[in-house]
């Protein structure tokens, strides 16, 4: 056995039992049980960190766990999830080089970054990854709203030229993410990260900030690239805007759009991308797709994987 700090996994399973599963890096889905030598400790730790929220966050010898406690069958179960020490690099996530250089060179544009994909996919990941990509390299002031806080970005970056980037993680204020985020943009962010799109009323005010000069990050459930566009015109359509007003505001918003699931043994990251042009004056596919309603983006995605293998850029921007 080992303490639970020294193993390598990604989600704990705690049953009501007390008994503890891993995966077992042997198939793509299958468990394994497994035992620590502070079980017992890291057990009292989960449940004392419960502050009648749901979903919460524990710190437990300098590692921080997300954890999910809900009510099954046969009492209190838990989903534990740790959280890595340090926020990898973007060129460390698996993405395909292309994609990623065309990532990496958003940190002067504006418009949203959507990541979709299944729970456990690592889309938390990809946007700290990107966010620090760009606090470090183009410098500017972030306000992140995540609940719980996963991952440590919280501080002071140096660039290259010697100016800062700043991040503030913050949690939403009484668990009101759209009074949240509509405190953020008082505070003047150059990036705005938030944890997930859970509502229409926060879908909107996250599109209203990406076309006003910020570059909003976020994350949404969905099982492809255009369900994840789909899905964002739906949250904002039951706001107060009507569809056809919805269509326009993802469309003049959207920057890039992203689609990962994590799959085989070991797990390696598979990533379908659309980006539109950073521009908004100049004509841009993509967006005239989203503004007619049309979300069919295969060709235009197939194209757009062919011209970034070539090395060519997609956008004269």
């Not at 569809?243 to 890039?256: F, G, N, Q, W």
Request: proline share 5%; charged share 20%; glycine share 8%.
């Amino acid at each position: 056995m080992a303490m639970i700090n020294d193993v390598n996994f990604s989600d704990l399973y705690i049953t009501p039992g007390k008994r503890a599963y891993m995966w077992s890096g042997k198939t793509p889905h299958g468990l394994k049980e497994v035992m620590f030598d502070d079980y017992d400790e890291f057990i009292s730790a989960v449940e004392k960190g419960y502050k009648n929220v749901p979903s919460y966050l524990i710190i437990y010898k300098k590692y921080s766990y997300r954890v999910e406690r809900t009510i099954a069958l046969k009492g209190v179960q838990y989903c534990v999830r740790k959280m890595p020490l340090t926020i990898p690099k973007v060129t460390e996530l698996g993405m395909p080089a292309p994609v990623m250089r065309h990532l990496m060179s958003l940190g002067r544009a504006s418009g949203m970054i959507l990541v979709a994909g299944a729970t456990g996919s690592g889309k938390s990941t990809t946007l700290a990854a990107l966010l620090q990509h760009y606090l470090v390299n183009e410098g500017g002031y972030a306000f992140t709203i995540e609940d719980p806080i996963e991952l440590p970005l919280d501080g002071v970056y140096k660039n290259p030229n010697g100016e800062l980037g700043l991040c503030k993680q913050t949690t939403p204020q009484n668990g009101n993410w759209k009074e949240s985020l509509k405190s953020s943009l008082r505070s003047c962010p150059r990036y705005i990260m938030l944890g997930e799109i859970r509502s229409p009323e926060v879908a909107t005010e996250a599109l209203q900030a990406a076309t006003s000069g910020h570059l909003v990050l976020t994350t949404i459930h969905s099982n492809s690239v255009p369900d994840a566009i789909n899905a964002l015109v739906k949250y904002a359509a039951a706001s107060t805007v009507s569809e056809d007003m919805a269509y326009d505001l993802v469309s003049t918003s959207i920057l890039a759009c992203l689609h990962q699931r994590l799959y085989g043994v070991p797990k390696k990251l598979h990533l379908s991308s659309l980006f539109a042009n950073p521009n908004v004056e100049q004509g841009c596919q993509v967006r005239g797709a989203i503004k007619s309603g049309k979300l069919n983006f295969a060709t235009m995605m197939e194209s757009q994987a062919i011209k970034m293998s070539n090395g060519q850029p997609l956008f004269s921007w």
